[in-house]
């Protein structure tokens, strides 16, 4: 079957563009970090990237609808959307760790059918639209280790799991699986796609964390769910891993 990629190079710019906001910000000591009510981190760089990202599509494609986290929803009922994470990891960001990255997500009612990943600081660009996926042109298929106990699991933050679902399913999963890793945010996905690692458990998100990722993991072989099995895109979790290993992980983490 032929795949349509007629959107890739709108993607590319749309990532190229926003690049030029956030890299040079990026490990610059005079960068302010300011702390949104929800207690999590924004930049300059943050909301200025958001602009670009918003003006372009805006452009390109006047019907669509913009679901973003750092400005205000516009036609967010519209049948195709687009969602913006400008910096997922704006704690890495602000860290000078380079494992941030733009996501940009194109959405057709809820279900996301392309997403990117735009790691930046070390210049690849991950995009995907469920059925095939490509780091820098390249095509990507994730790995399928043998066994559960050889597998690696990463997750953003690890004191997270204990706080949102089942401590005894967590333990679990550490003791079942291989290497363990806090190598998050969407960087974590980037490795699953590429065939770093072998699992990602997030155990809560928000939609602009998630829709961009999804498109990606999927179109490099990967299984995508919500913390209990789900659909994710229903939900404020995800697990994504091999098929043949995923149904195993979702019943270790819910006892």
Not at 40 to 52: F, G, I, L, N, S
């Amino acid at each position: 079957m032929e795949i349509d990629t007629s959107l890739i190079p709108f993607l590319k710019h749309l990532a190229s563009e926003s690049a030029k906001v956030i890299n040079p910000l990026f490990a610059n000591p005079d960068l302010q970090v300011e702390w949104k009510s929800d207690n999590t981190p924004v930049t300059y760089a943050d909301r200025k990237a958001e602009e670009v990202l918003r003006v372009l599509i805006e452009k390109e494609f006047p019907d669509h609808g913009i679901i973003g986290e750092e400005h205000a929803n516009v036609r967010e009922d519209a049948e195709y959307n687009w969602v913006l994470d400008p910096i997922d990891g704006t704690r890495s960001f602000a860290a000078g760790s380079p494992q941030f990255g733009t996501l940009i997500c194109l959405r057709k009612g809820d279900q996301p059918i392309w997403g990117a990943i735009n790691v930046s600081s070390i210049g690849k660009l991950y995009i995907g639209n469920n059925e095939s996926a490509w780091c820098n042109d390249r095509p990507l298929q994730m790995r399928e280790p043998a066994d559960l106990s050889k597998c690696f699991l990463v997750t953003t933050d690890p004191k997270r799991p204990y706080l949102h679902h089942s401590r005894e399913g967590w333990d679990a999963l550490l003791a079942a699986t291989d290497q363990f890793r806090s190598w998050g945010d969407c960087f974590g996905y980037t490795l699953i796609a590429s065939g770093g690692v072998d699992i990602m458990c997030d155990p809560i998100m928000s939609l602009w964390d998630m829709a961009a990722l999804l498109p990606v993991v999927r179109g490099a072989g990967a299984k995508a769910t919500s913390w209990n099995g789900g659909d994710p895109t229903q939900s404020n979790s995800l697990v994504v891993a091999h098929p043949s290993h995923h149904d195993r992980i979702i019943k270790i983490l819910n006892p």
